[in-house]
């Protein structure tokens, strides 16, 4: 039973355009959400991450969009980049538990 | 400062065997995690270790086990290796202190990559 979905696996954008990957979740007790980025051979990295109290948050080219009555929340990155090609984890906590929830990944290709 | 290291980064085992994953969290770093990615099943929790003290148990058979020192480093065990054992393991750690505001968030080490044959 996955509580954390990516349901788009992969996603290819023009550079300068915008790249948006959606997540889904089930858990109504997930209260805090991250998104993380993969290189092949390395490990997941910390991006941007939003508490479930609001619905909006900004990281320079990254905001993160997160509609709880529809439990679903997006990343958006404005202007792609080819360095921004990577696996995009979308991650979600509960409580004060330190177990991180994670969806499948999307693979990002920023086209050049 | 120095990332999250985990050793060794590639190993091979036979179907069986047993084996034994080691991490050094960041320096300060107390609370330690484990996860399994797999292409099928993606990133999944394996357990939580707190001030030497498993915290928390992600949904995996007994054959996989862990501990951590006073110093905070971590050791994962798997014993009786099955094939579909084979995986990315990766380490995380943090700070443990719930992880939600920036700076506390789970820093990943790059993975030891098991191949069981």
């Known amino acids: 039973d996955q509580q954390v979905k990516q349901n788009s696996p992969s996603l290819s954008v023009q550079e300068g355009r915008i790249s948006i990957l959606n997540c889904d979740y089930t858990n109504s007790m997930f209260d805090y959400f991250l998104w993380y980025k993969k290189y092949p051979a390395e490990g997941p990295t910390f991006l941007i991450s939003?508490?479930?109290?609001?619905d909006k948050n900004e990281d320079g080219r990254f905001t993160v969009f997160l509609n709880k009555s529809a439990k679903h929340l997006s990343l958006h990155i404005v202007p792609s980049q080819p360095g921004d090609s990577a696996v995009y984890f979308c991650a979600a906590l509960s409580g004060s538990a330190r177990q991180l929830t994670f969806g499948s990944g999307t693979q990002l290709t920023v086209l050049p | 400062k120095a990332g999250v290291t985990q050793t060794p980064r590639y190993l091979i085992k036979t179907r069986g065997q047993q084996v034994t994953l080691s991490c050094s969290p960041i320096s300060g770093h107390r609370s330690v995690s484990w996860y399994q990615q797999t292409p099928g099943q993606g990133l999944q929790f394996l357990f939580e270790y707190f001030s030497e003290t498993q915290r928390n148990k992600g949904n995996f058979p007994g054959r996989f086990s862990g501990r951590q020192f006073s110093n905070s480093r971590s050791e994962m065990n798997v014993s009786t290796l099955e094939l579909g054992d084979s995986a990315l393991y990766l380490c995380a750690s943090s700070f443990g202190q719930g992880m939600r505001a920036r700076g506390t968030e789970a820093f990943f080490g790059q993975g030891t990559r098991l191949t069981v044959v």
């Open positions: 939003i508490s479930s109290i609001k």
